[in-house]
């Protein structure tokens, strides 16, 4: 079973960074997306980054130069940096993988990462 594992989360101050990490269970020749969503308090889930096999990267939140999603292939992992915290990013934040080759078609969540921001 594939399993993807958010960490990195925990109550930060507003301006401080943070790091998410997100650990799948598949290597990343048989990924072909993954992706950083967040879901705040009665707020629907929103795409936050994507980063696809080739390392074209695509953001959609509105305040793209805080946020920064990269992969390390070798550690077999993908991070989110958050700079600047604010109070507005208090939410879940979940791992997205789309899977390749023989797990085409699949798309894997996992439980989520909380980070709260508050002073």
């Known amino acids: 079973q594939v399993q993807v594992v958010e960490s990195g989360g925990g109550e930060v101050q507003p301006g401080k960074s943070l790091k998410l990490s997100c650990t799948p269970s598949?290597?990343?020749?048989?990924?072909?997306?993954m992706a950083w969503y967040r879901q705040a308090p009665g707020k629907q889930r929103e795409l936050v980054a994507e980063?696809?096999?080739?390392?074209?990267?695509d953001y959609s939140v509105s305040e793209k130069d805080r946020f920064t999603i990269s992969r390390d292939s070798a550690k077999n992992m993908m991070y989110l940096t958050i700079d600047n915290l604010k109070p507005e990013d208090t939410a879940m934040y979940y791992c997205?993988?789309?899977?390749?080759?023989?797990?085409?078609?699949?798309?894997?969540w996992g439980q989520g990462t909380q980070v709260t921001v508050s002073s």
């Open positions: 997205r993988l789309d899977g390749a080759r023989n797990y085409r078609g699949r798309t894997y």
């Open positions: 598949l290597n990343f020749l048989n990924i072909a997306a």
């Open positions: 980063i696809n096999s080739n390392g074209r990267i």
